[in-house]
């Protein structure tokens, strides 16, 4: 009993820093696209979070509601998480930095090991 305590205490003290700073930088809620062409939802999915499309203005480009991202992200600081994105619909993988503010949320996507990169900014959907 004595021990399986102590594991149990061992491992909420190696994921309570992870819990802290990944808390300080929740993604989760409704976002609209600077460019006002998407509105998308952030939520918890299973071990992840995802990025569902809710709606599309301008399709053009492949884009549709219902499209998710599968973002599998880490804790870098209180304000700033990283990791990886699989995109479903095109079955792609980025590599993305998540920057949570109060009111904005920067994503950044890269492909080709870094060398390509998009910024978009999001704001808080009312």
Excluded at 12 to 33: C, N, Y
Aim: charged share 25%.
């Amino acid at each position: 009993m004595k021990t399986s305590a102590l594991a149990v205490l061992a491992i909420l003290l190696h994921l309570a820093p992870v819990a802290l700073a990944q808390q300080a930088a929740d993604p989760s809620g409704v976002w609209l696209r600077d460019d006002g062409n998407a509105r998308v939802e952030i939520a918890p999915c299973g071990d992840n979070i995802c990025a569902t499309n809710l709606w599309i203005g301008d399709t053009s480009k492949g884009e549709a509601a219902g499209d998710r991202l599968v973002m599998s992200l880490e804790a870098k600081s209180a304000d700033t998480l990283s990791g990886t994105a699989y995109d479903e619909k095109r079955d792609r993988t980025y590599s993305i930095t998540v920057k949570v503010a109060n009111d904005a949320l920067v994503t950044r996507g890269c492909i080709l090991g870094g060398v390509l990169c998009r910024d978009v900014h999001w704001k808080p959907a009312r």
